[in-house]
């Protein structure tokens, strides 16, 4: 039985038949495919003579039957911001009600009453559904560092006619029955220019280049036992292999360029994606969760409606904050949003006071608007702006020059960012956790030794960059010049500025070699062996310090990975090189 033979048949089971033709509106399929569809079905053994279901259509159909469903709900929804800092995409509302909870009464009107929820960020959203829908709840502990494809691995054993669901998916139409008979694949008949997948002429879907024209992806599927067997294997490899960790859970469904299971196209109109904030205003222009903080605060300062902030685009996921970008009059800009447990880590006074410090010396984007209590800030945003690529002779040696420009400045404020102190402040704010590494407490002492040598080496004290990495050395178009700035001053105050040097080659990742060829690029192959053993020593302290963070943001389920391993190396690594250095020192002296 292919696919047409298929609507045919639940049509039948829907509706007493009537004539060809209204089998035809009603099933959605031309007059020729209903014909050849009856003549079909009757030669299979599937309708008797008066278009009746028989006995072996009634068992086929109670045993392809839908047995359960499982909603992936575990991911951040980055592309939601702003509202995604209050509230999980499932919980958004639409026309008052909660995109989760119309899919699960959508699942309860066909008949669908096993339910599993895949949950992650804010996970404790989710637990009422329990008591109200009697779902279960199963947590993804990776949700941060992993796609929702080691959300369905972590219940792969489940899938067996079983729809799969995501939770930021409204659907007007209930797109679930009592009775199915083959797997499916979800498409909107919308063109998208960002999808990969175009359904041809024998309702598959296959892959095409991307943005050349495919059709949306939905992301509901419902799949059979005898092609979930498959496709359970495949998704527990996938995830367990360590090489999918970005992917969708769709990959699974790949044999080359095609999927292994029929398109099923929709109206644009009958299910819609809910995947940014301008999506939702134009599913629903009065939903609660339209109500945001931040563009509030955009359209006090620009003096226009919320309705008049457009093009709102997420822009990468910062370790300390989220930024958007948006557009007013014409014009772009970017919103910075603080991340989770920011207001423990960063003085927003001590940050506008940098602002002041440095506004007007070409040395940052100078923001439009800061709020010294919140932390958001809005900056105009940047034509052709690339980041400093850390592996480039040539960037490295620009934005080395343009550090040495900004320390060579010798600017003051009137705090300072103490190292020691933040290293101790980061650990304190585990509160009774202790450390996940076991030899911490000897790492520790080990970077304290360095503190002496640290106090006493000579050292000129000036505003410093203190987060001056890769990522936030901006080139941009001026015309027909590219020029250079820094960005994120969140963290700047008064220190060595070769604090700066040691934070560029731990979030670069860099091995010893590499760290010797920007301490060289830097000071223009002058630097003495005390200055190096000094920055090799800054860079133990920093890497414990940032670890430090980790861990700290691990406790709030963030998570970053290989990032803060490699923050603990660095702090074991070149205790050790700083320390053999000091001693090539006290050898053959400075030089």
């Excluded at 690529?389 to 040495?404: A, G, Q, T, V, Y």
């Excluded at 505003?463 to 027909?480: C, E, K, M, W």
């Excluded at 920055?535 to 920093?542: D, G, H, N």
Aim: net charge negative; proline share 3%; aromatic share 10%.
């Amino acid at each position: 039985m292919n696919k047409q033979e298929f609507d045919v048949l639940r049509t039948l089971l829907i509706e007493p038949f009537i004539n060809q033709r209204v089998l035809s509106e009603v099933s959605g399929h031309s007059l020729g495919v209903v014909n050849r569809s009856l003549k079909s079905l009757k030669d299979q053994g599937y309708i008797d003579d008066t278009v009746c279901l028989t006995s072996k259509a009634i068992r086929e159909l109670e045993m392809k039957a839908p047995k359960n469903a499982i909603i992936l709900a575990a991911g951040f929804g980055m592309r939601m911001v702003p509202i995604n800092l209050t509230s999980p995409k499932a919980m958004l509302e639409v026309n008052g009600e909660p995109l989760i909870e119309r899919t699960i009464k959508q699942l309860h009107k066909a008949g669908i009453r096993d339910i599993t929820i895949v949950v992650g960020f804010m996970k404790e959203k989710f637990d009422y559904l329990i008591d109200e829908y009697g779902v279960k709840l199963v947590v993804n502990p990776d949700y941060a560092s992993k796609n929702n494809l080691s959300s369905l691995a972590l219940v792969a054993d489940r899938i067996t006619n079983t729809y799969i669901v995501p939770s930021d998916i409204w659907c007007d139409k209930n797109p679930f029955h009592q009775k199915e008979m083959y797997s499916w694949y979800m498409v909107s008949d919308m063109v998208d220019n960002e999808s990969d997948v175009r359904v041809n002429r024998k309702m598959e879907l296959v892959k095409v280049s991307k943005y050349s024209g495919g059709n949306q992806m939905l992301g509901i599927a419902y799949l059979l036992e005898e092609d979930a067997k498959i496709i359970r294997e495949k998704i527990k490899s996938a995830s367990e292999s360590g090489e999918h960790d970005e992917d969708f859970w769709e990959i699974a469904l790949y044999e080359k360029d095609k999927m292994t299971i029929a398109a099923k196209v929709v109206h644009s109109a009958d299910a819609v994606e809910i995947n940014t904030y301008e999506q939702l205003r134009e599913l629903d222009g009065e939903s609660n969760h339209l109500k945001s903080d931040a563009l509030d605060v955009i359209g006090d300062v620009f003096k226009v409606s919320t309705d008049d902030i457009v093009d709102i685009t997420v822009l990468k996921k910062g370790m300390t904050n989220r930024s958007f970008l948006f557009s007013v009059n014409g014009d772009k800009y970017i919103m910075r949003i603080p991340g989770e447990g920011t207001d423990q880590l960063i003085n927003r006074a001590q940050e506008a006071e940098v602002f002041r410090t440095i506004s007007g010396l070409g040395l940052c984007d100078d923001p439009v608007f800061i709020d010294p209590h919140t932390g958001y800030k809005i900056t105009k945003y940047l034509n052709g702006v690339r980041v400093c690529d850390p592996d480039n002779e040539n960037d490295l040696k620009r934005s080395m020059s343009k550090l040495r420009e900004f320390h060579n400045m010798k600017l003051k404020v009137d705090h300072s960012f103490d190292i020691w102190g933040q290293i101790e402040y980061y650990e304190k704010l585990w509160k009774d956790n202790p450390s996940v590494y076991k030899d911490y407490k000897q790492t520790k002492a080990n970077v304290l030794n360095l503190k002496k040598f640290i106090d006493s080496a000579e050292k000129e004290m000036c505003l410093t960059h203190i987060d001056a990495v890769p990522d936030n050395f901006l080139f941009y178009n001026d015309g027909s010049t590219e020029k250079l700035q820094l960005t994120d001053w969140e963290y700047s105050g008064m220190q060595d500025p070769h604090v700066d040097i040691a934070m560029f080659c731990i979030y670069s990742m860099y091995d010893k070699n590499q760290v010797d060829r920007l301490i060289d690029i830097y000071f223009e192959n002058k630097c003495d062996k005390k200055t190096r053993a000094k920055i090799y020593a800054y860079i133990s302290m920093c890497g414990l310090l940032w670890s430090n963070w980790c861990e700290f943001k691990r406790n709030l389920g963030v998570e970053f990975g290989e990032y803060s391993l490699r923050q603990y190396r660095f702090a074991k690594d070149y205790y050790h090189y700083a320390m053999n250095e000091l001693q090539g020192a006290e050898v053959g002296g400075n030089e």
